[in-house]
């Protein structure tokens, strides 16, 4: 018979049976698109690398050792400055060059009203050292970097570009307004290229002379203890990375020696520092900071959706072995007519790869439904357009791959266990050879049994990731979270003065405060529960840090009415008030850590404080309030410093904080006229509620708790129903034993004991085989999980009752059947 002949054939038998077919499909359906879905995401989070001129040969530039004190924006990825001229000039001839770049958010005016939008400072040679052209235009080149506030010139992102502009190219040469300064387009990048960064997409390249437009607030580039810029080169060929830090490190080492020079340390102090150590990392990805946050969620989510489809796999293998078992006497007589084994070998895998693919282009369809579900649940700005979900080239490879790969996986069994049928007792039609061998029903079970083990690891994932999300959830933060709404301002974005952004900060939080239905209202510099952690060096007065004690601080500055905004109690003092502004003495409020830390005896009001590099220290503590949770809701309590925003000599953004009597958002409408009328320019941006806002910093634990839950659910479904099929099966096969049994006198009881046992049996391996394997799965995922171990023994006895629960509902109905069978039809069964 022909491949032609042989898949019309296939395609009639699979379309006269259409509940095993929607079945079969379905379940790999399901399978293949979340597969598919999870690879799409990886490939592109993980796994591509820049669309840049030979990205392998890009390194990262990092440090290891003492930090210096002062600001940081990036810690041990960092670099001053100055410290990124002494690298770029002394390149020692390993490097074609050494480029520089830092991201921030602007606001952009073109034709309407500002709009927020992502900027990429970087060094004159960013794109040559890149290799990336432009799309129309030029990139920004040296020259265009050498003159601090001179060079107002701005490249596009194609993806902006074609967004903001409508990829009109009489942009080009026309100015923009970029935070009230107007910036001259010189070029668009070329398409595909989204910046050094793949989830944080840069809309426009301004050159680091011009860092002032995009940061107003901070200047910092003559400051060799502010570390804030990405640092990577470009290799020359043949240059190994240990060459190229072999020739570094006099320079690097010169650097370090610079800091000391302008920021002087005891010997102790610059010993240590003197000892830091330049490293490098692959720069092919471009910088990840990001993308490792999602490195080991996504890997446990790929095991999670293989596992998913392995299961999905073994169930459809379990339906062809059931088809196959009514199939004998057709195979049998094929057989006897002379067709090979080989031939119904070939037409069985036919027969699962038309499945699979049936199943694999449907799943394709969904994967692209799965994946924008899966990004709409990320936070971050711009990742829908980092991110795309259509599939292409790569993913219909990948997508091909599995369809292939699953074919194989659950048609082998059946192809070989139904080829070989015992032909005499099958064409004599005796009843018990024609509902299969004793051998299909040993394979069937040891299907039903993997299944069973593969879905004891789903949901003993899916409970340990629920009840870490609750003990997130559930976590003391310091605040009272209901009612809260937030949203933020930039007026310094918008050329305002610090003293008119002082009246403006203050003018606004007062009107807010008298809005129907709030209660109080207050604003911070930084975010909370918003991933935004701040620190600063700390020195106080007449006060001995403990051994060990870098005091390094947490830092933020607040407005008053912040603290009983948030539902901060305060413990000594006062708060902040308007009294608190330019030109009043100085003050500082700690929380209790901190107090307790450094003043276990005494109270901690009137001493004074400063921060790294002051020759004095000129906060005076004011108050204490009780401890709050800052950066994330897993953060551990730890010293901290609130001092008042009204009294920076350049306040920048501010958050602020409305507390309300009923529905927060009720309040959105009238907090936009009081912006408005405060100055109609301003946009209002990241408006939310603190619960939301708290969502989204954790939505890495949300995003495991739903897919495991989704995945364990369905995968527990799968597996009752192939324990519903094997033990219909079993109970067809033994219609005359039990018939028998039952006119002997066994009772109703007797029989649904007699088959509830075998599924009690099959349940009892399978779990044997999967606790272990949940266990070791478990301690792997602990570093995700918040408050509780991987090996918890609630979580996994819940998951062990879920699945006995599931197999003796899955059984009972086959079992309640074979309990009402009439004896005298059983004894006549064939």
């Excluded at 010993?271 to 490293?279: P, S």
């Excluded at 309590?637 to 009597?661: C, H, K, N, S, V």
């Excluded at 529905?663 to 109609?680: G, H, T």
């Amino acid at each position: 018979m022909s491949m032609r002949a042989d898949l019309r054939f296939v395609s009639r038998s699979l379309c006269r049976s259409p509940a095993f077919l929607t079945a079969a499909v379905l379940s790999l359906a399901l399978g293949i698109g979340a597969n598919t879905a999870m690879f799409s995401l990886t490939d592109q989070i993980l796994l591509r690398t820049l669309p840049v001129k030979d990205p392998q040969r890009l390194v990262l530039f990092k440090w290891t050792g003492q930090f210096i004190g002062g600001t940081t924006r990036g810690y041990r990825d960092s670099f001053s400055y100055p410290m990124f001229v002494d690298l770029r000039n002394a390149n020692p001839g390993v490097f074609t060059g050494v480029a520089a770049r830092y991201q921030d958010s602007v606001d952009i005016g073109w034709r309407g009203p500002a709009q927020r939008a992502v900027a990429e400072l970087v060094s004159g040679n960013y794109f040559d050292v890149l290799g990336v052209t432009p799309a129309i235009g030029r990139t920004l080149t040296p020259d265009d970097d050498k003159v601090k506030n001179a060079e107002p010139y701005v490249v596009l992102g194609y993806g902006f570009w074609q967004s903001r502009f409508g990829g009109d190219p009489s942009i080009l040469n026309r100015t923009i307004d970029l935070n009230g300064t107007p910036m001259t387009v010189v070029g668009v990048a070329q398409r595909g290229f989204q910046g050094f960064e793949a989830l944080s997409p840069a809309d426009v390249f301004v050159p680091l002379m011009m860092k002032t437009t995009v940061t107003p607030t901070w200047d910092h580039m003559e400051r060799r203890n502010s570390i804030w810029l990405r640092v990577f080169g470009r290799l020359k060929p043949g240059i190994s990375e240990q060459a190229a830090l072999a020739a570094l490190a006099p320079v690097y080492r010169a650097a370090l020696e610079s800091d000391l020079v302008q920021k002087p340390h005891d010997r102790d102090f610059a010993a240590r520092y003197l000892k830091n150590k330049l490293q490098f990392t692959p720069a092919a990805a471009g910088f990840q900071q990001t993308e490792q946050i999602f490195a080991k969620p996504l890997r446990v989510l790929l095991a999670m959706v293989g596992t998913l489809l392995l299961i999905a796999c073994v169930n459809v293998a379990n339906l062809l072995v059931s088809r196959a078992a009514a199939r004998q006497k057709e195979i049998a007589i094929r057989i006897s007519l002379g067709a090979t084994r080989g031939a119904l070998v070939r037409l069985i895998l036919l027969e699962s790869t038309l499945l699979a693919v049936v199943g694999g282009t449907l799943g394709l369809f969904l994967s692209e439904w799965i994946a924008g579900a899966l990004v709409a649940m990320v936070p971050f700005d711009n990742i829908a357009t980092a991110i795309h979900t259509t599939p292409d080239a790569r993913i219909l490879a990948f997508t091909a791959g599995v369809t292939l790969l699953t074919a194989l996986l659950f048609g082998l069994v059946p192809a070989f266990e139904s080829t070989r049928p015992e032909l005499a007792p099958i064409l004599k039609d005796e009843a018990g050879s024609l509902s299969g061998a004793h051998g299909q029903t040993r394979v069937r079970r040891a299907l039903v049994v993997s299944q069973v083990a593969l879905s004891l690891l789903l949901l003993n994932v899916a409970g340990l990731f629920a009840r870490s999300l609750y003990n997130l959830l559930s976590v003391n933060s310091g605040i009272s979270t209901a009612h809260l709404l937030t949203f933020a301002i930039d007026p310094s974005m918008h050329r305002y003065s610090p003293a008119r952004e002082r009246t403006l900060l203050n003018s606004v939080e007062e009107r807010l405060s008298h809005l129907p239905g709030v209660i109080s209202a207050g604003a911070s510099s930084s975010p909370v529960l918003a991933n935004s952690n701040w620190q600063n060096t700390v020195h106080i007065a007449g006060v001995q840090p403990p051994a060990g004690d870098e005091m390094n601080m947490g830092f933020n500055q607040v407005m008053p009415g912040f603290f009983s905004t948030m539902g901060v109690p305060l413990l000594m003092g006062r708060e902040l008030t308007e009294r608190d502004t330019a030109g009043a003495p100085q003050v500082v409020i700690v929380n209790q850590t901190f107090a307790k830390r450094y003043f276990p005896h005494e109270s901690p009001l009137g001493h004074h404080l400063g921060w790294f590099g002051m020759p004095t220290a000129p906060y005076e503590i004011v108050g204490v309030v009780g401890d709050m949770k800052n950066g994330d809701l897993k953060e551990d309590i730890r010293p901290w410093t609130y001092t008042a925003a009204l009294q920076d000599e350049a306040p920048g953004e501010m958050t602020f904080y409305l507390r309300t009597a009923g529905d927060p958002l009720s309040a959105v409408s009238a907090v936009r006229r009081v912006i408005a009328q405060a100055d109609a320019a301003l946009p209002v941006y990241n408006v939310k509620t603190l619960k939301k806002q708290i969502g989204e910093t954790h939505f890495i634990d949300r995003m495991f708790a739903a897919l495991s839950a989704a995945f364990g659910g369905l995968a527990t479904l799968l597996a009752s129903v192939g324990l519903y099929g094997i033990t219909a099966y079993a109970v067809a096969r033994r219609t005359q034993e039990i018939g028998i049994r039952v006119a002997l006198g066994a009772g109703r009881r007797d029989v649904l004991a007699l088959v509830l046992r075998e599924v009690g049996l099959l349940a009892i391996v399978g779990i044997a085989i999967g606790i272990p394997l949940a266990l070791a799965l478990g301690n792997y995922l602990q570093s995700q999980l918040y408050g509780l171990k991987g090996t918890d023994p609630l979580v996994i006895s819940a998951a062990m009752l879920t699945i006995f629960l599931v197999s003796a509902v899955a059984g009972y109905i086959p079992a309640r059947r074979a309990a009402r069978i009439d004896p005298l039809r059983a004894l006549r069964y064939e």
